[in-house]
């Protein structure tokens, strides 16, 4: 055999060589932890398809905040479950409203050391579990619900949301959220668009972890797998309606979606590894069909080297103690 000039193998012997020869390495602070709270619980509340996620307590949230701190992560991102729904969602203007309620806790407990993100969205508040108000079509009524989304998002801001995630898909809704904050005087408060959010089947476990009442599906306003070019399309008129950042969702089964907005995105590029991808490696692992630990960092690693500068995933705090300990 001739010597080749380059052969990658010399670049793998040792683990220092590897890691020297990284191209792409997980750091804490690009991590961001999705988190639930449940208006009225005493204790937290395991979540049986996502195991390890809890519903939490005002207490334990803050607890898991904190401890996300000390761990490095950079961000987090919550979600409130309202003890009581109705056709509007109204519980979401509510400023003492489960979700405003845990970002001002939040926000007491952490301070600005932990990015705070809330999720601007009608879905855990309405009693029919779509992500807007229903027209007398029976289709999600994009407009009216625009001018919800405008009240929610300053109430966040109100609150102490450092930045806003409104992931109902309507059509226009950075644009009004963005005027509603500068209007309200919440200048700083930033935006990041869920924009490239497709209607996906690993959203599963997440009904859970809210007690969805959806019956159906969000074909209508969530985009469809077939689809490629159409992400761009979102992508740009969510930066032109003023996205600070914008962000892929999910993630493993849309590494190409990634990689597309990757390369055209002039801001920060957000990737949400959902409930469903947790689920299926947690079910793996539980199993004893796949390393836990290696299975977890290996799929952070792939949303990473598709192009995300940061990841939304429910191991955030636990991948954080790893890399700390690596
Ligand atoms: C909607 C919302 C969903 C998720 C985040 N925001 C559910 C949906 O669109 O049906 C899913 C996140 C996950 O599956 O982990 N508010």
Redesign the pocket.
Known sequence: MSFPNHRPRRLRTTPAMRRLAAENRLTAAELIL?AFIREGLSEPNPIGSMPGVVQHTTDTLKRAASEAVELGVGGIML?GIPARRDAEGTASLDPDGVLNKAIRDVRAEVGDDLVIMS?V????FTDHGH?GVLGRDGYVDNDATLDIYAKMAVAQADAGAHVL?P???MDGQIGVIRQALEDAGHVNTAVIA?AA?Y??A??????E??D?Q?KGD?RTY?MDAANRREAIQEVELDLAEGADMVMV??AMSYLDILRDVAEMSPVPVAA???????AMIEAAAANGWIDRRAAVTESVLGIRRAGANMV?T?WASELAGWLREA
């Open positions: 999705p979600f999720d969205c009608l879905d855990e992500c995630g992931s109902g898909m869920y959010k209607a996906s690993f959203y599963g476990p997440f009904r972890a809210v969805s959806l969000r969530q969702k999910p949400y590894q959902i409930s469903g991808e947790y939304l429910y």
